[in-house]
């Protein structure tokens, strides 16, 4: 395949990612695996709003459902009494191998983007926006309350903690390879048609909304891996699948540069590697024999200050939403027309 | 004395009132910057909110009512300015989606900056706390905060109106909210019109952030957020291009919450933000334009 060089680029930062975690102590190395599923989650963003130019507040819902999902099925049955009581029947004495609960986070996060989507996908602009936000917060809103299908306002205490380097490094491949299969297909090449042009990708016989609707099912996939992936990490609770998760990983995606996979994944890791070191530094560090202290809460400020300044200086990201290629002339396709 | 259906009584009927009372002047402070700059300010709540904590310092170092409230139009008025020059003036021009994450990113900042400083206990602003208790009209009880609420609510939009119809300059906002480009051309001075769309929006937002730290004193880094997610649902509901169709759906959404949050029992309140929003997103796709915009104009592609 002619394009498959642009693979190279992110599979390469992501391994290199995967690699150098496998350096550091192990405390350290839990910021190299968040970062990992934090790839997976900005990858399943930007299959939906780099490929189609419209914006979505609504994918973390995707990564509860996910983790919800992955949760309920793995923590063990002697332990779903003391941590969920209030839940179903038939969730009680289920139980699921890691893997399974992986795959069906997944495949729950991709049927919930399809339901979602089918109404949803006719709109675009604020309205979208909007509509999006608006499914973010009825799915926080349900999983706040409903304790038949979860933990409700607790932590998902119990849930083995199985999400290590090599697990959330081979998905974050899997999600980029699945990014690059749909961009590079016949679909991806539609859908990227209707952002550059809507009324011009019509005219050939693209269809907006089934283009739209596509992506959002695979990139609710995607979520709802990313998901699963981080409820195996960390004891999800409902406010970290929420508001703070949504603006950090679209930060992420525009500081990156939304339209290209690359810039997907550039932004993920340099927004996680400097919102980790911060994270740290905030503990107290030292580098080069300065010693470094930073109120809580710095890294949001810094996160928060490069994000707008980002938008402001350079809205098509880091990578100018371009694909790295190899030889011959960098790609400037999108970069003229980002939208997002 | 209650209303017989859903046991809603006069103090629920009142706090409504008083709540879409002042989530339309939030959408009115939205809709005005959107009608210039075609810019949705997702970081207007961080503006309420920072008025609120001037509130509660002032309440703190125990300045009298005036000065506190000086103290809250001051700051709110200050960052809205800031914000126009840092944020609003780069931006210009850019399509609505990237303004729209960049304002999201200005508000996380604001929250951060909030959440540094003040720590996420919050404080509380008390020197309007006298007006939360009741006033006794004709056998009903109802607090004051929900008459002043819905008396300041109205007055702000009375002096908007006469401001926007009655004056040169209110003429110009109207035209370069009608067609911005088209507008210059004929003598609107484009910075002039933003700054002054700016400052009222500032300046509601001041009045806004007054009114419901009487409502709730206690103010936490992330103060009217919500609020502010429920006022942009009901602006975009409502039909952000208009100014009245914006205040009617900011009124709307207010009023319903409020109503409803007083009226049903906690077990079913609780999922009240989830029907809200479901009901937000139906009336999106039944009527994309907004729910009370009935003019005949097409968009273009």
Known sequence: ?340 | MTVAILNIDWQTLADGLALGAIYALMAVGIGLVFGVLRLVNFAYGQLVMAGAFALALASQWGWPVWAAIVLCFAVVLTLSIAMEHLVFRPLRGHSPAVMLVATFAVAFLMQSIALLWFGSLGKIATSLAYLNRPWTLAGVDIRKIAVVAVVVAVVCLVLLQVLLTRTEIGLHMRAASMDFSTSRMLGVRANRVISLAVLLSGALAAVVAVMLTVQSPLVTPDFALRDTIVVLAGVVVGGLNRPIPATLGGFTIGFATGVLGGALPTNQSQYLPALVFAAVILVLLVRPRGLFDFSKTVERV
């Open chain 1, 1 to 340: 395949m002619r394009h498959l060089e642009e693979l190279i680029g992110p599979v390469v930062l992501v391994a290199a990612a995967a690699l150098l975690g496998t350096l550091v102590s192990i405390s350290t190395q839990t910021y190299f695996t968040d970062t990992l599923v934090k790839v997976s989650i900005v990858v399943a963003l930007y299959v939906f709003i780099g490929n189609s130019g419209v914006l979505s507040f609504g994918h973390i819902s995707f990564v509860a459902l996910g983790a919800w999902t992955a949760g309920v099925l793995s923590v063990p049955t002697s332990e779903k009494p003391a941590i969920m009581p209030n839940l179903a029947h038939f969730l009680v004495h289920r139980h699921t191998g890691n893997v399974t609960s992986l795959a069906i986070a997944a495949i729950v996060g991709g049927i919930a983007a399809f339901v979602v989507g089918i109404p949803l996908m006719r709109l675009s602009g604020l309205a979208a926006g909007i509509a999006t936000f608006a499914v973010l917060e009825i799915t926080h809103n349900i999983l706040t309350y409903e304790e038949r299908i979860g933990p409700g306002q607790n932590a998902f205490s119990s849930v083995p903690e199985t999400t290590g380097l090599r697990q959330a490094g081979i998905a974050a491949v899997v999600c980029v390879v699945v990014a690059f299969a749909y961009a590079r297909s016949r679909y991806g090449r539609l859908l990227r048609a209707t952002r550059e042009d809507d009324a011009a990708a019509r005219a050939v016989g693209a269809s907006v909304y089934r283009q739209r609707l596509i992506a959002f099912t695979v990139s609710g996939f995607l979520a709802g891996l990313a998901g699963g992936l981080y409820v195996h990490l960390l004891p999800v609770q409902v406010n970290s699948v929420y508001l703070d998760l949504t603006f950090i990983t679209l930060a992420m995606l525009v500081v990156g540069g939304a339209t290209s996979l690359f810039g997907a994944v550039v932004g993920a890791l340099a927004v996680s590697a400097l919102d980790s070191w911060l994270a740290v530094a905030e503990n107290g560090t030292s580098v080069l024999g300065w010693h470094i202290d930073l109120p809580p809460g710095t890294a949001e400020i810094v996160v928060g200050i490069l994000m707008a300044a980002v938008l402001i200086l350079r809205p098509s990201g880091l990578t100018g939403g371009r694909e790295l290629r190899l030889r011959g002339v960098p790609w400037r396709g999108s970069a003229s027309r980002a939208q997002v």
